[in-house]
């Protein structure tokens, strides 16, 4: 189906025509698409025996994994408690968490981090004992971190080293997947595409979905240049739902300076004790929230933007002169580097900051183990929506999240391929007679005529960031609604030769599900503020979901308790 309604162009079902008779082919037990921190560590569960396949559209250090500078939430502080943690993590969700779901991940964590170290992790401590930092949001310092604020470089590095010594994992870099291959509504694999080879069909019994998040389509972001939503774009193609696209969450602290990039300034500079501040040099944050600069990041987000209104400033300022500027630079050394490259010393000057998109929190609707609604596919991490994050993630709950559901996929994949009759085999395994996917439209050698993706690219952005941003109301959700669709319905159809095109047609097609998420949820909840219904609505504490198909987004009561996930034990 490629039209819902009179005004929703769906595009086709695959981005490009291809027919399996004319493209190289290759077979994998388990295929995993995304190099990050949950992609990574779903290779790491995958027994031994299977063979495994990781695709990524750059190498294994260019995710929002790497990027990461907080740390880890977890319970590893005698004084600290389960239940605090539970509660905070609910506490910052809005109402949409599934308690079920957070309890057994904090209870997870200790198990996870000390995982981390077993595998060579070396987090920051002092006198032989982790150091803890906390940030905004928590009641505890429960934070662990690494190199002061790079955090996710070191476990990237030691988990990219543990993948290493795996005999059964291949690595693809810089291959771009351009969507899942589906067969009597199964997931098969994914076609791919990369300079050397061109398109390849790599066959799968199970694939594994882990390709992060979506912040590259505002115009102000945190995100790495490859977050631009092509995961959720290729589960929704496929048929999986989608939910709660609506809660994008911003980061507060992003440096704001002409012609840099927009480094996030770890929220673990306020919780060393940061106060932000407007152009006059006032602290603001206490007339908005009772724990200040620590309240979390959707309630500091809104107040950054009310006191720039207010202001009629570009930006607000984190102030760090009151602190000791040797413990500064030694928590936070690189954090310290990039300001001094604009001439700044962090623990001196006032720093420039304003909100940037950080993190999706909606995406591709999973169970407890992992398993989406298309049989066959998984996902795990930023790309999901779990029950985790309700409608506003709790800092440094996402590394979290990646190691907890890329070890639950990564088991839950295995244990069913073994199930099925063990390591995959060409000859014994079924390839679907899958007919070229024809469709309307130009030649890929015309596709772009006439079209400048760059400008298309850019203008999305920019719309985003003012329309579909830290604040909403309904008539400007409405305007970017019909800009979008006018966008999709002249570039969807087009069959382009490169990522280039490939990445726009998804960016556009993620826009799209966040702006109508955006426009069915008519309250303020979470990271989704609504100034024409400013109020939190008991009736609303609902999932908003989605899946190509169908033209009216599915409404999900938030459930008391979801079912058990099945062991990987017992499934084997």
């Known amino acids: 189906m490629n039209r819902i309604g009179s005004d929703m162009y769906e595009g086709p079902r695959y981005l490009v025509a291809f027919s399996p008779k004319r493209v190289p082919h290759c077979f994998t037990d388990v295929l995993i698409l995304g190099g990050g921190l949950a992609g990574l560590r779903a290779a790491l569960a995958v027994d031994p025996r299977l063979s495994v396949t990781v695709v990524t559209k750059d190498d294994l250090r260019g995710s929002s994994s790497q990027w990461a500078q907080g740390g880890i939430a977890g319970v590893v502080d005698p004084e600290d408690r389960f239940d605090n ?62 190199l002061g604020d790079a955090t996710g470089r070191e476990v990237m590095r030691a988990v990219i080293e543990r993948t290493r010594t795996l005999d059964n994992l291949e690595v693809w870099p ?107 040099g006032l602290r603001f944050m206490p007339d908005f929230d009772a724990r200040a600069e620590l309240a979390p990041r959707d309630v500091v ?134 007919a070229n ?23 999305l952005r920019a719309l985003m960031w003012r329309q579909v941003g830290v604040e909403r109301n309904g008539p400007q959700l409405a305007e970017a609604l019909e800009a979008v669709e006018g966008w999709c319905r002249y570039v969807l159809p087009r069959q382009f030769a490169d990522p280039s095109g490939w990445q726009l047609q998804n960016m556009l097609q993620v826009a799209r599900l966040m702006i109508r998420g955006a426009i069915a949820r008519k309250e303020s909840r979470g990271v989704h503020c609504r100034s024409d219904h400013p109020d939190s609505v008991d009736s609303w504490r609902e999932h908003i979901g989605w899946q190509r198909g169908r033209s009216e987004p599915q409404m999900e009561p938030v459930p008391s308790a979801a079912s058990p996930c099945e062991s990987a034990a017992a499934i084997m």
């Not at 904090?106 to 906390?134: K, Q």
């Not at 024809?438 to 993706?453: C, H, I, R, V």
């Open 301 to 434: 987000s809104r107040a950054i933007t009310e006191v720039m209104h207010r202001t009629h400033h570009s930006n607000v300022y984190l102030d760090l002169s009151h602190l000791d500027p040797l413990l500064v630079r030694q928590r936070f050394p690189g954090m310290a580097e990039t300001c001094a490259k604009f001439g700044l010393d962090l623990a001196r000057d006032r720093i420039p900051v304003r909100p940037g998109a950080h993190y999706m929190i909606g995406g591709v609707t999973v169970d407890d183990c992992g398993r989406t609604s298309v049989p066959g596919l998984l996902a795990a991490g930023e790309v999901t929506s779990s029950g985790l994050h309700g409608a506003n993630r709790l800092a440094s709950n996402s590394l979290l999240e990646g190691l907890v559901y890329g070890a639950r996929a990564g088991e839950t994949a295995s244990a069913e391929v073994v199930a099925e009759g063990g390591t995959l085999d060409r000859d014994v395994f079924h390839v679907p007679a899958i």
């Open 437 to 459: 996917p024809k469709q309307d439209g130009p030649t890929a050698a015309a596709a772009s005529e006439g079209l400048d993706l760059g400008d298309i690219r850019n203008s």
């Open 174 to 280: 810089d291959t771009f997947t351009i969507d899942l291959v589906t067969h009597e509504g199964r997931c098969r694999g994914a076609l791919v595409w990369n300079q050397a080879h061109g398109k390849t069909l790599v066959w799968a019994k199970r694939t594994i979905l882990a390709t992060g998040g979506v912040g590259q389509i505002y115009r102000e972001s945190t995100n790495p240049p490859g977050a631009s939503g092509d995961g959720i774009a290729l589960a929704w193609r496929a048929g999986a739902e989608i939910r709660d696209m609506e809660f994008m969450q911003f980061h507060p602290t992003v440096l704001y300076i002409a012609g840099g990039a927009r480094s996030l300034i770890t929220e673990a500079v306020r919780g060393a004790g940061a106060h932000l501040v407007d152009r006059e």
């Open 85 to 146: 943690h539970v509660a905070d993590t609910l506490t910052a969700g809005g109402g949409l968490c599934h308690g079920d779901v957070v309890d057994a991940v904090v209870r997870e964590a200790p198990m996870r981090i000390n995982e981390l170290i077993a595998w060579g992790t070396r987090f920051d401590a002092r006198d032989g004992a982790l150091e803890l930092g906390r940030e905004g949001g928590h009641s505890h310092h429960r934070i662990v971190h690494a």
